[in-house]
């Protein structure tokens, strides 16, 4: 038989936890689910075996550095070869953990038996959800303080040690372009699909993005579209002759009848295209 141990790296400190009669718990991994959430149910399948607190907050990154990197600190080491019982023939020790890179290397570097899948995942779900409950001296309000704070820091020296940060403003820049770009497209087609069905005539008279919007802004419902408006016309898209013909096109267009939600949607995309624009 089994016995399963699980390692929390949490931002306070490294735990260990005994999960209880491994055999059933794993067969029932649908119960296990549903005992997570609850407190009493689940503090009956694990139990704490140890805690070690981060003496520092500086320590307390040190730890995180090396977790992130798959690697085992001296602090994790110490407390592993300290608290971990030994294996036995007929009592196989295997330690959970939730990292599989940093399980592979505790395996190679201390020689325990380590395993990230299967039950594992949802032990260490309850783990954290139960976290100040399960251990003695700390309060949820603790350790979210700890969380935040460690965050913060490793946060701060990722940007720090970023030797790509510069390159990566501009990368990201020219993808933010791109997006808007592509946005515009898209919203821009939406609009000449959707208008075309109401005013097909005028995709060929007004070519250019933008000016279609704003042109879809203006006409609104052509059957509405009369003289007062040729000269908004004229100034938005600066042509005497093409504003004409817009107006004449509205008058003799073999497009459909519009409806006011159908009109407030394209307003509304035709909005996004100017203002993107």
């Not at 040190?62 to 080491?77: A, K, P, R, S, W």
């Not at 110490?78 to 505790?106: C, Q, R, W």
């Not at 419902?221 to 016309?233: A, F, G, P, Q, T």
């Amino acid at each position: 038989m089994s016995l399963l141990h699980v390692l929390l790296e949490h931002a306070a400190g490294y735990a260990l936890f005994r999960v209880k009669e491994f055999e059933e718990v794993a067969m029932a991994l649908p119960q296990v689910e549903k005992s997570v959430l609850d407190a009493n149910k689940f503090k009956s399948i694990v139990q704490v075996v140890a805690f070690l607190p981060f003496k520092t907050a500086i320590n307390a990154l040190e730890n995180i550095n090396c977790i992130t990197e798959g690697m085992v600190h001296d602090d994790l080491q110490v407390f592993l070869e300290t608290n971990m019982p030994k294996a036995m023939k007929k009592h196989p020790i295997v330690l959970g953990v939730g990292d599989s890179k940093l399980a592979m290397t505790i395996q190679e570097s201390l020689g325990i038996s380590c395993q990230h899948t299967g039950v594992v995942p949802e032990i260490l779900r309850g783990v954290r959800l139960h976290f100040a409950k399960l251990v003695q001296g700390l309060t949820q309000q603790s350790s979210h303080k700890a969380q935040l704070g460690l965050g913060h820091s490793y946060s701060r020296s990722k940007v720090k040690f970023n030797v790509n940060r510069i390159d990566n403003m501009i990368i990201q820049s020219i993808s933010l372009l791109d997006q808007l770009d592509k946005d515009i497209n898209t919203f821009t087609m939406r609009i000449r699909e959707w208008y075309s069905y109401h005013f097909p005539e005028l995709v060929r008279l007004v070519p250019e993005s933008a000016l279609y919007a704003k042109a879809t802004m203006l006409i609104k419902n052509r059957k509405e579209l009369s003289e007062d408006c040729l000269e908004k016309l004229e100034e938005l898209l600066m042509d005497r002759t093409k504003a004409e013909a817009i107006l004449e096109a509205a008058r003799s267009s073999m497009g459909m009848d519009i409806s006011p939600m159908d009109l407030s949607n394209i307003e509304l995309f035709s909005t996004r295209v100017i203002g993107r624009s």
